[in-house]
């Protein structure tokens, strides 16, 4: 089992800044495919990015290129979100997901993803 606990969402105005992160604890972190996903209201949880279990790759969502960055400390066992230039469309409950093993050609289904956190609020104000 992994458990993993989001922090650092908040309110923002548009084009500001705000760093996301997620604590792992249970299993070694280092091997694991580490992602983010968010939900906005009535909408379906959707793929932000993600990182290997190393931090040599990251991938990340077409609407979130150049503006969020993912980064991983596996001495300290985090993920971190780095979202510049955020946008009132940004606006969700935030998820950190942990893999064993991830297929890139899958990686943006919510289903192939076997541990979640519980979520962060983040709230960008136009």
């Known amino acids: 089992q992994v458990q993993l606990v989001e922090s650092g969402g908040g309110l923002v105005q548009a084009g500001g800044s705000l760093r996301l992160s997620c604590a792992a604890s249970?299993?070694?972190?280092?091997?694991?495919?580490m992602s983010w996903f968010r939900q906005a209201p009535e909408k379906e949880r959707e793929f932000v990015g993600a990182?290997?279990?190393?931090?040599?790759?990251?991938y990340y969502a077409d609407s979130v290129k150049g503006r969020f960055t993912i980064s991983r400390d596996n001495a300290k066992n985090t993920v971190s979100l780095q979202m510049n230039s955020l946008k009132a469309e940004d606006t969700a409950v935030y998820y950190c997901?942990?893999?064993?093993?991830?297929?890139?050609?899958?990686?943006?289904?919510?289903?192939?993803?076997?541990?979640w956190g519980q979520g962060t609020q983040v709230t960008v104000s136009s």
């Open positions: 249970g299993r070694t972190f280092s091997d694991y495919v």
């Open positions: 997901a942990a893999s064993g093993y991830i297929n890139t050609a899958t990686m943006r289904r919510t289903d192939v993803w076997d541990y």
């Open positions: 990182i290997s279990s190393r931090g040599s790759y990251t």
